[in-house]
Nanobody
Framework: HVQLVESGGGSVQAGGSLRLSCESI????????MGWFRQAADKEREAVAT???????TYADRVKGRFTISKDNAKNTLYIQMNSLKPEDTAMHYC????????????????WGQGTQVTVS
């Protein structure tokens, strides 16, 4: 039973930083695409960043240069370092993963965590 467990959310002032973590249970990070998504109140969910099985990252334009996605396959943990946070980054942030050997297309993300709230004021 695959589980993704996020942690690290919180409240920060604009310009601050947070690092989110996502621990995978019963799931092999090394073989699949993983990503971070977010959903603000009254808005649709959007992709923030993804990282493929070989470690290639992609970012949404609005976070490029501020966020860094990474993963530690030995710990089965996904991270995102978020710097220079802005109020518009306020949202519930979700970790997600595809089945093995699937590409980083949004429709391929099958497994989702419960989310961790990020609030920037």
């Amino acid at each position: 039973h695959v589980q993704l467990v996020e942690s690290g959310g919180g409240s920060v002032q604009a310009g601050g930083s947070l690092r989110l973590s996502c621990e995978s249970i019963e799931y092999d990070n090394s073989r699949s695409c993983m990503g971070w998504f977010r959903q603000a109140a009254d808005k649709e969910r959007e992709a923030v960043a993804t990282i493929g099985s070989f470690g290639t990252p992609t970012y949404a334009d609005r976070v490029k240069g501020r966020f860094t996605i990474s993963k530690d396959n030995a710990k089965n943990t996904l991270y995102i370092q978020m710097n220079s946070l802005k109020p518009e980054d306020t949202a519930m942030h979700y970790c997600a993963a595809t089945d093995p050997s699937r590409g980083c297309y949004v429709t391929n993300f099958r497994y989702w965590g419960q989310g961790t709230q990020v609030t920037v004021s």
